[in-house]
């Protein structure tokens, strides 16, 4: 396999990203034999204009890239290789108990079946939340839980897989000890590039057989601002049958490349919620550093905070969550 490099001047904002993602795409990129050199064509699919959808698809390819390294849900969900995630995670806060876990995470996918189906094994500790989600994640890991589940085990059958749109299905049981609930789950995205931005909708819709139904509503802006710096806004909404109200998250995210093997991502998330009224109920300040460690597959994060809950009048908390993360069969 043969890498090539592309170069593109500072100003357009992709010269380090795209030594990364242009590289990536151009060594899979297969020449029949024989082929020539192309030359200019007709109007619309002349070599600049090749060469301006080819960039368009490396701006998404800038995104999809810092989502795969942090490993977030967005790449864990439309993921098809078989991997095993383990993940160990520490949280200090002020005024709380230390927390340290541990979560698993197996994905296997079935070849014969055109890497459309995959099984999903996932450990999850008791009643415990993870450091690294937003308040709307937190709560909704809190809703769905019993005081003893630790095991989900589904099939998620992939109906549609392009870079601009993602359709899935999962049904599965979540098991309390030996009691199983069953549960099934839709999942729509699609991404959209407006120029230098990318506009991303991401719908699910859950049915649990204990809590009932669920949704949750993820709207992405973003766009790179030069060439070490990405920005991100996201608006993440939840409803909840068995919960009254509607519970959100505004948040921005700057991403700043260091190297191939460190990022920096610094947070600011506003979580709100409607019932009893319409009000803001924490903000958090957060700044992850993320860094690969050994060869490509394990990582440790620290992740310094300060929080600012409205039931503490909005005083600040500062808390620190520390994470050894291993990814393997992921690359």
Known sequence: MVAIIVLIPIGTGFSIFDQIILSEACAQTEVPAGSKTPEATP????????YHRNLSEDILGIADWIDSFFDNDRTVAEDNKTRLRIKLYSFMEEGGKPVLDIKTNFRLSLPKMQKRLNLLISGEPENALSPDNTPTE????????????????????????????????????????????????????????????????????KWLADKGLESRTIIDLERPVSDRFF???????????????FFY?????????????????????????????????????????????????????VSPRVSFPRDEGFSSIPGIALKLEAIIGKY
């Open 43 to 50: 109007e619309g699919n002349t070599i600049i204009d090749r």
């Open 138 to 205: 937190d709560r909704r890991e809190e809703f769905e839980s019993t005081d003893k589940q630790n095991l989900i085990l589904s099939l998620q059958y992939k109906l549609k897989e392009t870079l601009r749109r993602n359709i899935s299905t999962n049904i599965g049981l979540r098991f309390s000890h030996i009691t199983p609930v069953f549960y099934t789950e839709g999942r729509y995205r699609h991404q959209v590039k407006l120029d230098t931005w990318i506009f991303r909708f991401t719908q699910s819709l």
């Open 231 to 245: 920005f991100r806004t996201t608006a993440d909404g939840s409803w909840f049958e068995h919960k009254d109200g």
């Open 249 to 301: 998250n505004l948040n921005m995210y700057f991403f700043q490349y260091l190297s191939s093997r460190r990022v920096l991502s610094y947070e600011w998330i506003n979580d709100f919620q409607t019932r009893p009224d319409n009000r803001l109920e924490e903000i958090v300040l957060q700044m992850r550093y993320r860094q690969r460690i050994w060869r490509n597959w394990i990582f440790y994060e």
